[in-house]
Structures are given as structure tokens and as C-alpha cells.
């Protein structure tokens, strides 16, 4: 019988579900995925949670029936608390679980950047719960204005701000214009959900600012013309209960979304490990802890920047690569042969704005508008994880956009807790 | 001008549904829903949440958009206070509204039979929250399970007790057979979810006591091939941390479901209208609230027994058509004309028991097995609201009858509270 090596991948992400894949019903390997909740979770729709067009089981895939194929796979439901290097332990709970190969792939959480006071002002959007609380705002407040009927207490509740001009706050901008102007409008008797203000602040001088000039420009245009204030260079001194403090003054906000910025887990920062200022483990050409030689760390929760001018960014296809990668690594080792460095072959961004205008570009090929609309949609659908999902956000899609309805309008009130 | 009546209807149920739809667009009246909740929820297939089959959003639609088109209709999302029956006024949060016509028709709620201490041990299955709570718990218990590892925990973790063996006891029953024994079967590692142990209790000789005895009998025969143990003739004395307790003494149960009792709201007992001991409102034959001229009490809120051996149950056709009827009684009434007595059309009655197997009786006539399951399936859908969720539910069927497994596996964490 051969000896067994066990591979535990912390995160059952993006990075950590390629890694699962690639080493899946390889009999010389245990694969043991533990993540802090029961399913992988396509972040990149979360945002159509939160306005109410997709239900989380859309987007939402229990780990378990992701691997129920792979028979050396296990998959474990908690929370890791700590890790031990020298003995190559992983605790969790009161248990542990000692590792030949350990796989980080805990992503990253939302960054205030020091200003934690905020997030009490503020709606996060980095998972399943930030997206139904923010989902529950949105309805509630138009729900309170129709209540008010009043023009004045209205225009107070129909107060949305979105600060951080980046992909997730101009999708989530988009997609709340779509919800006031155009959804709830005809739904309402004494209110006008028109009268909704949305206002997107980002501290740079221009939205989409890792896009090409031109692409930022033409989301910029497309939101203004949608109804949105877009306000760039404009760097948020301070939120509070009145709302968004810029330098030129205060927008007044009942609703804050704060889109501006990620970092490193709680884990990530209690290892010991050398982290940047976003609190991102620092790795080695390899996706390996620096000083390490079996501890990799893939995705968000990585610095990946060893020969080159930034470090990778924080999305999907590196943490996919970065997954695949470590996969290989790990097969090669197993066979003693020794792997290349990691090279990220850069498929491009893209970010919608609202029905039939999109940007994307991939290296110098850019598109925007109708097409890069479609572009977006297909590689959305494309990479959704699963079959049923594929076809329930497909359904969902074109019925809302020829009905102009929301598919999961839902205000759900509190799940109490377990008895 | 004419002068416009007002009906105020509180509740989105099926009762209320009714009648909004036959009221819309009668420019003699202005109509007014008003509903907790910003959905109509179809409860029939709550326990499909529940069993992690359906998203919420599946089964509940927005009152809202239900009522796009009427353009006499406006929908109201708070909680009635009070009902001020000699100035026909309703009060909700801090307004208040006055009518021409009331109609109650809020449903009701899981009962305990006057043991309230019961409530905490138990999951009831009557409102989305319930629906994600038990969903939440089932899930969790095999993540438990898997996680201890042994036997005899797992057979601790994987006990479920359903109480009350009416059509909502066996359904949630078959389906937690289904998830158990099939679906969730091929994906743990460490324990068999096949260990779970399911036991329906029902106080009386038969379950599905309202059916013919030849279903009953079906219905037991196929849940005990199922898997699930049933126990007839079983009054509850008790439940507690332990479990439930029978006269024959303890069914021990980590997990307890009640599905024994419904009872009136709160709101129905605080009228101070005439109430059955269920706290059903007592209404007259024509559906209007015992010694009130323009009160309805429609659906399950309401006690119709006039003239009748048994007052008439509380099922959706019975709401369906109260709704239709004093819709039709308010349209009479604006034009001067008296409305006949309200007469039930029995539709008849089903429950299913898992893929394949229903059983379900119009009079005399019977039907169980596959055909009763096709049948089931056919109203099920066709009675759902709304063309997106008829689909939705319709793939999400054959997908899971395909592939055997759940839609919406998804272990939801708290959504916090409102900021």
C-alpha cells in the first residue's frame, strides 16, 4: 500500500476548487477542503443578490455535491483557528488534522483601511449575508417611502451611496438604478422610486481605474446617463450616521455601500506570516508562503508579486491559475520532479453597467456596450459553477430583462437563531 | 365623480390574492392590501425550502409586482395594530386607514395546543423564516455528523421527529427520507447520512385522517418502505430537550418538527370578535364576521360552520374561493344587489410522499402512487403565482428528479440586523 500524502486546502473559493479538481481520484493523495461554510460562492454575481435579481442558491453550491465524484476527497464545514508550520498541524473547532501540503485559499474580507468605526454606517459586499442585508435595505426603504408618501422623507430613504469606482461599485450602482428607475417604478402608488438618488464616489480620478482610459470614460458616461452622480477624486474622509464626508463636503446617505477595498482574513493575519499592508501573505514565484516549502497561498489572500512591477490582483482567473498551478506542483512533487515558476496569463476584466452596456478588455482588445453586454453574460454563465445553476441564472436573466422585474424581490426577515 | 368605496384587505395570501385580482380595475373602488411581509408566499410548498429543494424566492412573490397592472390597488407592507369596528378604521405602526369594507384575511399560525414551552424545542413550517431555520438545521446536523465522525453521535445528530401527520407532516417527512437516504447519501466521507433515524407521530388512528382509509393506509405503507418509522394513535404528552414524549414513553430527538396545529393570529384574538377555540373567527354564510355588516373573515382565519357538520378546513381552495366570493359579494353590494350564501366546491384534497408516490381524492374519486405524484406535481404548478416561478420550480424538479440531488443545499448564516 503506498503512503499517502494529505493536501489541505483551507477555502473552497475559486483557487481552492480548481486545486480540488485537478488532484481529484489521484490514489496517492488525500484532499481535504475546509471551508467555514457549507458551499463555494460565485462572488462576482453577488452583487445581483443584493438587488434582489438572483436568489443565493443561484450562485451558492454545496462543496459536498461539487466534489461527490472525487472519492479521495473529503470535505470538511468549519473554521480554522490555527495553524502549526513546524509540526504541520491545521486546528479547527477542538480537532486538527496534520498536512503533507497546506493550500491557503481563504480570499479576503471587506477593508476599511483603518477606519473600522465605519463599517457600522456601512453594507459590505463580500458575501451571502452582506448581500441579503443589503438587499433587505434597498426594499425596505422604498417600502418605508411608499409608507411616508411624502416627497421629503422619500428623497431621505431613497438615498443610496457607493463608495470605491472598481468592478463590484459600478455593478452594484448599475444594478440599483435598474431597481429605482426602471423595476420598482410601476409598483408603486404613492412614491416615485425615481426619485431615488445614487450617488458612486471613488478616490481616484477616474472610475474603473485599472481599465483603459477610454473604457473608464464610457462606463462613466453610460452610469451618468442611467442617473447616477459619479464623483471621482474624491477620497471619503470620514462616514457616519449622516452619511459620506468628502472633502468637498458631506453627501447626505441613509444607505453607505462600501465597495472600496478588501484584505487579508483574520487567519491570514494571525499565522505569522509576512503579509503586506492589505494583510496578503507575501509568496515566492512557486505560491509558496515565503520560507515555506509545503504552505502555498493562492488567490486574494496572496501577494504575488516577486518580478513584477504590482502585485497580481485580487480576481478570479489568477486565483484559478494560481489553483491550477499549485495542483500541478503538487503532482510533480509527488513524482520528485520540480515545477516552473507560476506565470499569470492575463484573460482581461470586465464589469457590467446595467442591461446591454458592458466593458471588457483583454490586453489591447477592448469592448463596450451591446457587445461587451454579451461578452459579459456569456463568461458569467460560462464559468458558474454547475449545471442547474447555469440554467436558473439563464432563466432568471431573460425573464428579467424582457419583463423588467426582479426575480428574487424578497425581504426576508431574520433567520433566528439555531435552537 | 364618483365617490369610492374603500375595501382594505389585510393579508397576501390566497384568500387575499383572490380578491385583490377580482377587484382590480373597478374604478368604483379603491382597494388596499396590507401584508407584514412584501411577498404572498405559497405555502403549499414551503416544506420543499424547508427540505432545501427551493429558494424562497421561488415560492414567494412580491405583492407589489403581483399588483402592477391594477392600477386600484395599493399595497401596504406593515403589521395591523388594531381594527376600530364602530369607525372602520384599521390602524397600522402609527397611521391609520379608514374602510368601506374589511376583509381579515391573515391565516393563521403553528398552535401548540396551549403547551407554548413546546415552541422552543420545535421548528415550525408556516413562514419562510420557519422554512430557513429547519433547512438550516437539518444541514447543519450532518455537517455535525460528518464532523464527530462516529456512530453513535451521528445517530444522535440524525434524528427527526415530525409531529402531526397531516399533509404537511408527511410531506416534510418524505423529504427529509428523500434528502437522508438519497441525496445526501453519496456525499459524506466519515458517517452515512442513511443513519438517520425519521419517525411521524400522530395522535390519531390514521395519518391523513381527512383522507379515505384506503390513502392512509398507501400513504403509511409507503413512507414506513421509505425509511421513516410512523406512529399511530400517539398523543404527545410532552417535549422537551430530550425529545417527545408518548405515552409509551420517549421518542428522543435532537431535531423536533411541529406539524400538529394551526391556530388565528394574534391580531384575530385581539379583535374582539367571536372566536372558535382554534381562534378562528366565527363568520356567517355569507363569509362576513359574526354580527357585522362589511367585516369578511376569509381563509384560515376564519370559522365558516353554519349550516355545516364540520366547519370547512383550512386549504388553500377553501381561501381561494371565500376570496372570489366576497369579492364578488362587495361588487353586488356597490351596485345594490344582495349576494347569495357562500357554498365550498370541494376541489378535493393530495399529499405527496416523495418522487414517485402522491396520493390525492376529489369526492369519490381517488387517485395515488405515480399518478397521484404527476397529479400533484400538475397542481402544484399550475396554482403557483407567476410564469418565473412556475418555471423556476418546474426545472428545479425535473433537475433534482434527474440528478437526485437539492437545489438549494445552502446553510445560511443569520442575516444581520438592519444598520
Redesign the interface.
Known sequence: MINKKRVVVIGAGFAGLQIVKKLANYDELEVVLIDR???HLFQPLLYQVASAVL????I?I?S??L??DFKNV?????EVTKVNFKSNIVHF?D?EIDYDYLVLAMGARTSFFGNDSWE????GLKN??DA??LR??L??TF?QA??AGDVVTARRLLNYTIVGGGPTGVEIAGAIAELSYQI?R?????IDPGLAKITLIEAGPRILGTFHESLSAFAQAKLEKRGILVLTNSPVKKIDAKGVHLPKGLIESKTVIWAAGVQGTALAESLGLGLDRGKRIFVDKQCRAKGKENVFVVGDAANFSEGLERPLPGVSPVAMQQGRYVADWILNDIKGKTSKDFVYNDKGSMATIGRKDAVAEVGNWRMKGLLGWFAWLFVHLFYQVG??NK??IL??WV?SYV?V?A?????????????
Open positions: 461554510t457549507n458551499h436568489s443565493p442558491a443561484d451558492a454545496p459536498r455535491s466534489t461527490t473529503k470535505v470538511i464545514m468549519s473547532q480537532r457600522k454606517y456601512t453594507f451571502l449575508k441579503l442585508a433587505r435595505r426594499l425596505v417600502e411608499e409608507l420598482l410601476k409598483d408603486f402608488r404613492n449545471f442547474k440554467i436558473s432563466i432568471t425573464w419583463s422585474r426575480g428574487a424581490r424578497l425581504i426576508q426577515e431574520e433567520i433566528p437563531k439555531d435552537k
